[in-house]
């Protein structure tokens, strides 16, 4: 099971949409590099609904950001 989730924004609402999951999560995400966001599922932050939050932000939100697949 993977311990990180990795967001890449693909324009500025992109950025939108993970600064306000940000903000509504309390994760904070490592630099992943090119613009890539890495938040830690580890402990209880695993357990944050991450589909159902961000379709609360925008329900387009795959249209603005790519999911990086885990290594």
């Given at each position: 099971?993977?311990?990180t989730i990795t967001f890449i924004p693909q324009d500025d609402e992109g950025e939108r949409i993970l600064d306000e999951f940000e903000q509504q999560t309390s994760l904070e995400p490592e630099d992943g590099g090119d613009a890539a966001r890495i938040y830690p599922l580890e402990g209880d932050d695993?357990?944050?609904e991450i589909i159902e939050t961000l379709d609360g932000i925008d329900a387009a939100w795959n249209e603005h950001l790519a999911l990086e697949s885990p290594a």
């Open positions: 099971m993977a311990t695993h357990r944050i």
